[in-house]
Each structure stands twice: as C-alpha cells, then as structure tokens.
C-alpha cells in the first residue's frame, strides 16, 4: 500500500476514474488533484474558505466542491493537465 501526503484537514474524497485522478477536499478550502497512477499531489486549488465535500461527474469529468461557509458549489473542470479522458 502506498499513501499520499495530504496537506490538511480532509473533509471529502472524489475519484475520476476516466482521468485516473482523486480530488481531495480540505477544510482549509483547497482541494488536491492527485494522480492514481503516482499517488503524488498533481495540483493543488484554493476554491473557497470552508470546502465540505466534492463529487466528480464521471461523464464530463467535471468536480463539484462545496463551501459550506459560503452555501456555495464551485465547478472544477477538466483541462489538458488532467483531461477527462
């Protein structure tokens, strides 16, 4: 078993199985993009103040992430860094 560092507070998990990629939602508002293939943090993203929870649409390969000090969804979409497919 090989385990990747997170930086923070981890309050919720998506996978995107097309991209081989976990998106890791923080209490600190960041989330981290890590490979499945490394187990290495790819990027990391400041999205809100107080992310709650994340979910990937596997179809579009979009990432939802909610702040739940801000009632607020922000939308992480693929790019060429780390496409959907």
Do not use: F, W
């Not at 309050?11 to 187990?39: M, W």
């Not at 979910?55 to 780390?82: M, Q």
């Amino acid at each position: 078993m090989t385990a990747a560092a997170i930086r923070s507070d981890p309050v919720g998990l998506a996978v995107n199985p097309r991209a081989d990629t976990l998106y890791v939602a923080q209490r600190n508002g960041k989330v981290q993009l890590i490979s499945g293939a490394t187990n290495k943090i790819t990027a990391q993203l400041r999205v809100s103040t107080y992310t709650a929870g994340a979910v990937v649409i596997p179809r579009t390969g979009a990432a939802y992430v909610t702040d739940e000090s801000a009632d607020t969804v922000s939308v992480l979409r693929p790019c060429r860094r780390h496409p959907a497919a």
